[in-house]
């Protein structure tokens, strides 16, 4: 009978994520003439403020970082019944939504588990996304069949439990608001999330971060696409205003979102990597746009094609490697070296933490970041002795390597790469038994 499930799960899920691709993507849409939320600041859209978080900024409270970084720091590997094991545990790290999101973690967890080196070998990535499906699949009681069937088969496939999620990434919208008028669309959104966020949580109890992105821009998904009132534009747009005030009820101190004490019915609320670009127009801060062959040319305009798939992969991986959220438990370090078989750093150094070799990410500084492919790192070499210095690029290939002669103390080093891809990449330094990683982006 299991099999049988698992062949049916198996079948609707494929179904869901390929019975939509029969629209042609639509290239002529290059723009909205929406503004992104993160450029609105303290202005407005249809008399609703702008900015991530409230009060028009794209910054979070500095107490609602402060809750979210204590929430990072009590994440250790977890055994099967959910307590501390350092030795044997996992960090689970679920991600949850369609196809669209689906197949963006794969692209993301294929980049991570193939570089072990640079992130925490303790974390361990289960999908469970599902094609075709929405918000409201997510939502009891009509839905139970989801958490019974599919999460719990899945998580049994992939050989973990429950207990031992405590982190979570989710981009989803709904399949019944199929309006697209502001606010209801983004309100019905709304609506939905609180229940479903509530669901993670119970069926996830020991899950303590879920971070939350809106879709990609939309716009090539045209009039005649399959679910362009879902997943086109302006939908895509509204769907990142019902994540802004999801959240922002958690920062106000909503209960159906407490996430202190044990009877938290939320895990801690933050947004991801916020994906929305108004198509071919460059946004402000990062020069991010969506162009057609970022989507596959029969994916109904919002399937992201390989190139799309990994730009949204590498604002993920950048997102989490340098959050104050996320950075302490994503990176690779000494802390985590119970969770590596091999007990070795990647030079195949044996790993050592004591008080003379105790590096930190902070010690190693980059600049100009970002940059063409020209800048300096810096840092502190605490006893005399060879250094090792790396350029990879996000999906762990080298493409510089140095060997510093005995440098002590402040070492300044110049990289000169011309015509270097656009992208995330990352510097390593290899020095007294210790890894120090840094990523910079290259444009």
């Known amino acids: 009978m299991k099999t049988l499930t698992r062949f049916l799960l198996t079948f609707l899920c494929l179904l869901g994520s390929k019975q939509l691709l029969i629209a042609q993507t639509d290239c002529d849409n290059v723009t909205s003439g929406n503004i992104p939320i993160t450029e609105i600041g303290t202005g407005f859209f249809m008399g609703y403020q702008g900015g991530l978080y409230p009060g028009g900024s794209n910054n979070i409270p500095p107490a609602h970082l402060l809750a979210g970084r204590n929430m990072g720091n009590t994440i250790k590997p977890l055994n099967a019944e959910g307590a501390v094991d350092m030795d044997n ?212 305009g919002f399937h992201l094609s390989e190139s799309g798939k990994t730009k949204e992969s590498e604002m993920l991986i950048d997102f989490l490697y340098n959050h104050p959220t996320s950075k302490k438990w994503f990176r690779n370090g000494p802390k985590w070296s119970s969770c590596d078989p091999a007990g070795r750093l990647a030079d195949g150094s044996i790993i050592e933490n004591d008080s003379e070799t105790d590096y930190f990410e902070d010690a190693l500084t980059i600049y100009p970041s970002p940059n063409d492919g020209n800048f300096y790192v810096s840092w502190n070499n605490i006893i005399a002795g060879n250094c090792l210095l790396q350029l990879a690029n996000s999906q762990g290939q080298v493409i510089y390597n140095k060997t510093l002669q005995l440098a002590e103390g402040d070492v300044n080093q110049h990289i000169s790469i011309p015509n270097l891809p656009s992208g995330i990449y990352f510097i390593n330094v290899m020095a007294n038994n210790t890894r120090l990683t840094k990523t910079l982006t290259i444009k």
């Open 89 to 300: 545990g996992k960090i689970v790290f679920v991600a949850f939504g369609a196809s669209t999101a689906g197949n963006t973690f794969n692209t993301f967890k294929a980049t991570v588990n193939s570089t072990p080196d640079i992130y925490n070998p303790c974390l361990k990535f289960v999908n469970l996304c599902m094609g075709g499906k929405g918000l409201e699949t997510m939502i009891p009681p009509q839905h139970d069949w989801y958490w019974a069937q599919i999460a719990d088969t899945l998580m049994e496939d992939f050989e973990v439990t429950a207990e031992q999620v405590q982190i979570g990434w989710i981009k989803t919208a709904s399949k019944d608001d199929s309006i697209p008028e502001f606010p209801m669309q983004a309100d019905s959104i709304y609506d939905k999330y609180i229940p479903s966020i509530q669901r993670i949580k119970e069926n996830f109890p020991n899950i303590r971060i879920l971070y939350i992105s809106s879709h990609a821009y939309g716009g090539y998904a045209g009039e005649l696409s399959d679910n362009a009132d879902l997943a086109g534009e302006p939908a895509a747009y509204y769907g990142g205003f019902a994540v802004k005030w999801v959240i922002e009820d958690q920062i106000e101190g909503s209960p159906e979102l407490d996430y202190l004490g044990v009877d938290a019915v939320s895990p801690w609320l933050a947004w991801g990597p916020y994906f929305w670009a108004d198509g071919l127009t460059p946004r402000a801060a990062d020069g991010l746009i969506w162009e057609c062959e970022d989507y596959e040319p029969d994916g109904g």
